[in-house]
Nanobody
Framework: QVQLVESGGRSVQAGDSLRLSCAGS????????VAWFRQAPGKEREFVAALGWTGIEYYADSVRGRFTISRDNAKNTAYLQMNSLKPEDTADYYC??????????????????WGQGTRVTVSS
């Protein structure tokens, strides 16, 4: 079992930067693939970024070049650095983890463990 707790969400202005954190506990966090998803009001939860335990990174087209996913295994924490925020980035952001990707890293079903979410609001 892995427990995930997100933090760092808040209200910001367009163009601002924000860093979200995802604290993991339980089993060996460093051997898990982690990801960030987001869900805007009235929309489906969507993939944002993923980081494999090998270090490989994936990003949604909408955030590539603005967001960076990273992890500090010594702290059992994953991060999402968000720069140049836009109003359309407003959403609840969720951290997710899985021991193994079976050819899919963008689908919700690819992940076994989820945090409770943290809200990001970007005002224009």
């Amino acid at each position: 079992q892995v427990q995930l707790v997100e933090s760092g969400g808040r209200s910001v202005q367009a163009g601002d930067s924000l860093r979200l954190s995802c604290a993991g506990s339980g089993r060996i966090f460093s051997k898990y693939n982690v990801a960030w998803f987001r869900q805007a009001p009235g929309k489906e939860r969507e993939f944002v970024a993923a980081l494999g335990w090998t270090g490989i990174e994936y990003y949604a087209d909408s955030v590539r070049g603005r967001f960076t996913i990273s992890r500090d295994n010594a702290k059992n924490t994953a991060y999402l650095q968000m720069n140049s925020l836009k109003p359309e980035d407003t959403a609840d952001y969720y951290c997710a983890a899985t021991e193994r990707w079976y050819g899919d890293y963008v689908g919700r079903r690819a992940y076994d463990y989820w945090g409770q979410g943290t809200r990001v609001t970007v005002s224009s």
